[in-house]
């Protein structure tokens, strides 16, 4: 079973890094441009006094629009609290995923600027937590747009539905007025996967990569070439850092990239990877269900507890005490034949593999390394540190031992 590891651990060096470059997404929506077309945009002011219209940009004073031909204007007057706000009552937005809003405004010559502690934002009613958000700055010249921008990035994205207002308060002077358009919400790309890693199989290739936070899901794209064209080839988001290309045939090399996903936006490409299905001998076949038995228990496993999940289709909160009795035998196995190292242990030329690191010469003995290092019970705290499966190997590997108890 020795040789059958070593023809495995040379088939995944073959898995190349070739870098690749892929045009961006665009990430900003519009949410209102106040332009006549805008039916669905109801304006309404708790304030006396204040009036809301809006005016086609570069006429009777109006600045050119920022976006479209027209602009929102307000015009207030007799308000000695110097607040005032733009309702945006009873319209439903779904703001869920971006990471701020933001809006341009204008005030023109002649009108009064901010006071030192002015300051424009938006509220929610059911906004949490706390129910509004800042915006970066004010408008500290006449005649000029600015931009201001709000965060809503911390806010629970189940309750971000709406916006309540538009909030100008501790203005200049009791009257005023200033202009208002392009509100949009902004969403940062997110982060492209890394550690992409190709590895081939008896008529199926496998892609492992490191899970990126915060992200709905990745696409995973094909190619025949390095050149492409890559096609998607997931017909929905995959939720896990891992993805079996099952293609039929042997002798075949394919070439993918990975992008995470984040509202429907996609992040940039992570670097491109080959690998080429070949025939197993048995006893390839047997170490590869071997090591993806192994995979399922140390690459799946619950990034906190370290304890195996109860399944693929499971909440991934859930997890299973019987499956982690079997997780701790495969983990033993694992050892044994090289899936993973240990602390300390010098590699020689050992690199990732099925987001475990193999290593070359298996020279280790899991009664060597693994129950000294695993009872030094001082490690006992870094078993809730852990974070991600990948490059966590130290601290998994004291999982083990703690629940072992040895
Ligand atoms: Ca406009």
Redesign the pocket.
């Known amino acids: 079973m020795k040789k059958a590891s070593f023809a495995l651990i040379i088939v995944s060096i073959f898995a190349l890094n070739l870098g690749m470059v892929a045009p961006l997404v665009a990430s900003e929506t519009l949410l ?4 006549t077309s805008e039916t669905d945009l109801t304006l309404s002011s708790p304030d006396s006094g204040m009036t809301l219209t ?1 005016v086609q ?1 570069g006429t009777s004073g109006a600045p050119a ?8 204007k307000a015009i207030w007057t007799g308000q000695p609290d110097r607040k005032v706000e733009i309702r945006h009552d009873g319209l439903n937005y779904n703001l869920a995923g971006f990471d701020k809003a933001l809006v341009d405004v204008f005030i023109p010559t002649g009108a009064a600027l901010f006071q030192s502690t002015g300051l424009i934002g938006i509220w929610s009613d059911n906004w949490v937590p706390g129910n509004w958000s800042r915006g970066d700055i004010v408008p500290t010249e006449n005649n000029r747009w600015f931009t201001i921008e709000m965060n809503i990035s911390s806010f629970n994205p189940g309750l971000l539905d709406h916006i309540s207002a538009l909030v100008f308060e501790n203005y200049g002077a009791d009257s005023g007025t200033l202009y208002v ?2 509100i949009r919400l902004f969403r940062s790309e997110p982060n492209e996967p890394n550690g992409l890693i190709a590895t081939g199989h008896d008529r199926r290739i496998d892609l492992t990569w490191n899970p990126v936070t915060g992200v709905g899901g990745y696409n995973i794209y094909r190619a025949d070439s390095v050149a492409g064209p890559f096609t998607k080839i997931n017909t929905s988001l995959d939720d896990i850092a891992v993805h079996s290309d099952f293609l039929g045939t042997n002798g075949s090399t394919k070439y993918y990239y990975v992008v995470s996903v984040s509202g429907g936006i996609e992040s940039s490409p992570s670097e491109v990877v080959s690998a080429a299905t070949y025939a197993m001998t048995d006893d390839q076949l047997l170490t590869e269900v071997q090591e993806t038995t192994f995979s399922y228990f140390w690459d799946f496993a619950h990034p906190v507890s370290r304890l195996s999940r109860e399944g693929l289709t499971h909440w991934s909160e859930i997890c299973t005490s019987g499956g982690t009795g079997m997780g701790m035998m495969t983990i033993v196995v694992g050892v044994e034949r090289g899936f993973v190292f240990l602390p300390g242990e010098h590699l020689h030329g050992g690199h990732a593999h099925h987001g475990v690191s193999v290593v070359e010469a298996p020279h280790h003995h899991a009664d060597r390394a693994l129950l000294p290092r695993g009872c030094e019970v001082g490690r006992l705290h870094a078993v809730q540190q852990v974070t991600v499966g990948r490059g966590a190997v130290d601290r998994q590997v004291i999982g083990v031992v703690v629940v072992s108890r040895c």
């Open positions: 209102a441009g106040y332009e809006k940009g629009a920022t976006q479209g031909s027209y602009v929102l358009d392009n």
